[in-house]
C-alpha cells in the first residue's frame, strides 16, 4: 500500500495569513492526489483533485501543487471557515490510502 | 442535489453483524461507484470498500477483506456493507462516498453525513 505522510499534524495560524499543508507519498503517484477539509462533527469536503484542480465551487484561496512524491495545498489568506483539519489521499491505486490529517487552528 | 444518507449503525457486540445502508437521491445512482470510507473516533480517514457502478467490481481493505460485503440495489437506490465478525478495532463514523466517475478514480465526492458503529460488549 502506498504510504502518505503530512506534515505538520497540526498549526496554528491567525486569519489572513498564508498556510501550507504538505504531504508526501512513499512511492510516485503521478499527480493523482486529492485534498479534503473536515470540520468537526461533519462529513468531509473534496476541495482539489488531481493535485491542482480545484472541486467546483471551493474558494480560489485554496490552491494545491506537486507531482510524484511531494505535493502542497496553500490557503493564501485564511478565513474564520478555514479553520479544520485537512487531508490528502492518493487515487493512484487501490486501496486508496490517506494521510494522518493536519489540524489547522486559530491562534 | 445530490445527496447520500447512511443509516443502520448501532452498539453491537464483537463476533456479531451489522448491516449498513446509504440512501441516495439526487443522480443516476446506477452511473457512479460507490464506497465506504471509516473513521476511527479522533482518528483519520480509512477507505473501507468500492463497488463500482454496475456492481461488477468490488474491492476491499485488507482489514475488512472476509468479513465485509458491499453491494448495492440500483432499484433502490441505495448502497449497503453488510459486516460480519465485527471487532472492536471495527469502531467507526461510517461514511458512504460518491466516486467521481464508475469506481476507478478513487475519488470521493460528495459524502453522507456518517453512520456510527460501537463495537463493545
Known amino acids: 500500500d502506498i504510504q502518505m505522510t503530512q506534515s505538520p499534524s497540526s498549526l496554528s495560524a491567525s486569519v489572513g495569513d498564508r498556510v501550507t499543508i504538505t504531504c508526501r507519498a512513499s512511492?510516485?503517484?503521478?499527480?493523482?492526489l486529492n485534498w479534503y477539509q473536515q470540520k468537526p462533527g461533519k462529513a468531509p469536503k473534496f476541495l482539489i483533485y488531481?493535485?491542482?484542480r480545484l472541486q467546483s465551487g471551493v474558494p480560489s484561496r485554496f490552491s494545491g501543487s506537486g507531482s510524484g512524491t511531494d505535493f502542497t495545498l496553500t490557503i493564501s489568506s485564511l478565513q474564520p471557515e478555514d479553520f479544520a483539519a485537512y487531508y490528502c489521499?492518493?487515487?493512484?491505486?487501490?486501496?486508496?490510502?490517506f494521510g494522518q490529517g493536519t489540524k489547522v487552528e486559530i491562534k | 442535489q445530490v445527496q447520500l444518507v447512511e443509516s443502520g449503525g448501532g452498539v453491537v457486540q464483537p463476533g456479531r453483524s451489522l448491516r449498513l445502508s446509504c440512501a441516495a437521491s439526487?443522480?443516476?445512482?446506477?452511473?457512479?461507484?460507490m464506497h465506504w470510507v471509516r473513521q476511527a473516533p479522533g482518528k483519520g480517514l480509512e477507505w473501507v470498500a468500492v463497488?463500482?457502478?454496475?456492481?461488477?467490481?468490488?474491492y476491499y481493505a485488507d482489514s475488512v477483506k472476509g468479513r465485509f460485503t458491499i453491494s448495492r440495489d440500483s432499484s433502490k437506490n441505495t448502497l449497503y456493507l453488510q459486516m460480519h465478525s465485527l471487532r472492536a478495532e471495527d469502531t467507526a463514523m461510517y461514511y458512504c462516498?460518491?466516486?467521481?466517475?464508475?469506481?476507478?478514480?478513487?475519488?470521493?465526492?460528495?459524502w453522507g453525513q456518517g453512520t456510527l458503529v460501537t463495537v463493545s460488549s
Open positions: 463497488i463500482w457502478d454496475d456492481g461488477s467490481e468490488k
Open positions: 489521499q492518493q487515487s493512484y491505486s487501490t486501496p486508496p490510502t
Open positions: 439526487g443522480f443516476t445512482f446506477s452511473s457512479y461507484g
Open positions: 512511492q510516485s503517484i503521478s499527480s493523482s
Open positions: 462516498a460518491r466516486d467521481l466517475g464508475d469506481g476507478d478514480s478513487s475519488s470521493f465526492d460528495p
Open positions: 488531481a493535485a491542482s
